[in-house]
């Protein structure tokens, strides 16, 4: 199953925004800020582009970017110094959602989920999602304790957001763990 990270959004569908950067801290003297990707979409995190500050209604415009090893550095219009940028510590950045392909989700619409096997027995309840390497694991917690799950096509079966529900094939949710 494809997914895409974000688990922060608002709380309306029209307004729905995802986080894709976590401000990190501040980097030098001019307002840079060291920031971890949250997306699968780089381009969301290029010059030019406008994020909204978590909670903020004005986006701000990304002025210049800077690789840093396994973190980005951004400099965004209106911070200028290295308080500036410490003040943002700890905040996200986000971007309005992106209509998603056909069978593709964004995490926070899959944790909270009912996960059933083929014969209806319950799994548990999808309670995180998270990347091992290039592959998404979902890890489910129900009566026989805790799984984790490959978001594969031949695990995964089935997800039905209107019944809330995920269907896993059931030797998968009996061996995998």
Known sequence: MDATSS?????????????????LGPKGLKGGVRVEPLTDWPERLAVGSELHLDGADEPTRITRVESGGRTLV???DGVETREAAEALGGRFLETPAR??????????????????DTTGAAVGELVEIFRAGDNEVYRVVGPAGERLLPALRSVVLEIDLEHHRMTVAADDAEEVR
């Open 74 to 76: 951004l400099y965004l």
């Open 7 to 23: 688990s922060r959004s608002s709380p309306t569908p029209n307004d729905r925004r995802l986080a894709v950067a976590r401000i």
């Open 99 to 116: 209509p998603l392909p056909a069978a593709t989700y964004y995490w926070d619409q899959l944790v909270g989920l009912e996960v059933v």
